[in-house]
């Protein structure tokens, strides 16, 4: 198994209009902003964005590292409300940091998921961020792989078969771009 990594650097755009649709959000108030706009500046450096090489195919690794998992969830005890927040800002920094990369990804909607197969498996493991055991989900909850230069959307998705937004139905755990809701004309 061959495999190469090569560390990104990428300053993705926090977009408040986009952020405010992927959260649902009406308002937020000020005390909140400043608490996520914090929140943003410290992730950053936390922020790992890797492109794979497995002979002769690439990935684009995204990830944020188990301690944001847990201040978030430290957080959700506190305050469901904060929490939710905080949850949806890892999402979209991830998110961010795959649009800057993969611009395309805005326009499809969706940052397909890659078949896992052995090489990529043992190339993410070499990161600090194994698969599940025996599933297609990296163990990270704010994470994401996909082809790298972009190859398609929903159609060449791993994952579509159990995806709500594959199945026509953008309700559901998947994160969903802004402006790709069911229902909003193209």
């Known amino acids: 198994m061959s495999y190469t990594v090569e560390k990104q650097t990428v300053t993705p755009y926090f977009s408040l209009e986009d952020f405010m649709v992927m959260s649902q959000e009406k308002r937020l108030g000020g005390a909140a902003l ?5 929140l943003w500046e410290a992730w ?13 195919i690439k990935y684009l690794a995204v990830w944020l590292p188990e301690s ?3 201040g978030v969830d430290a957080t959700w005890e506190r305050s469901p409300s904060d929490g939710y ?6 999402q979209f920094m991830c998110m961010s940091a795959v649009r ?3 611009p395309e990804v805005e326009d499809s909607g ?6 896992p197969t052995e090489t990529l498996r043992a190339a993410m493991e070499s990161l600090g961020v194994p698969y599940r055991e025996a599933e ?3 163990s990270r909850r704010y994470a994401s792989v996909t082809h790298y230069p972009f190859r398609g959307g929903c159609e060449i ?16 755990g998947s994160v969903l771009l802004p402006g790709y809701e069911q229902g909003v004309d193209q």
Do not use: F, I, W
């Open 44 to 56: 950053m450096a936390d922020l790992n964005v890797y492109v794979l090489a497995t002979g002769k």
């Open 34 to 38: 400043e608490r996520l706009a914090k």
């Open 85 to 90: 927040l905080e949850n949806t800002l890892a």
């Open 110 to 115: 969706c940052a397909p998921a890659p078949r």
């Open 68 to 70: 944001v998992e847990e």
């Open 136 to 138: 297609s989900v990296l």
């Open 100 to 102: 800057e990369m993969l």
């Open 157 to 172: 998705c791993h994952l579509h078969e159990q995806c709500p937004k594959g199945q026509g139905r953008s309700e559901g």
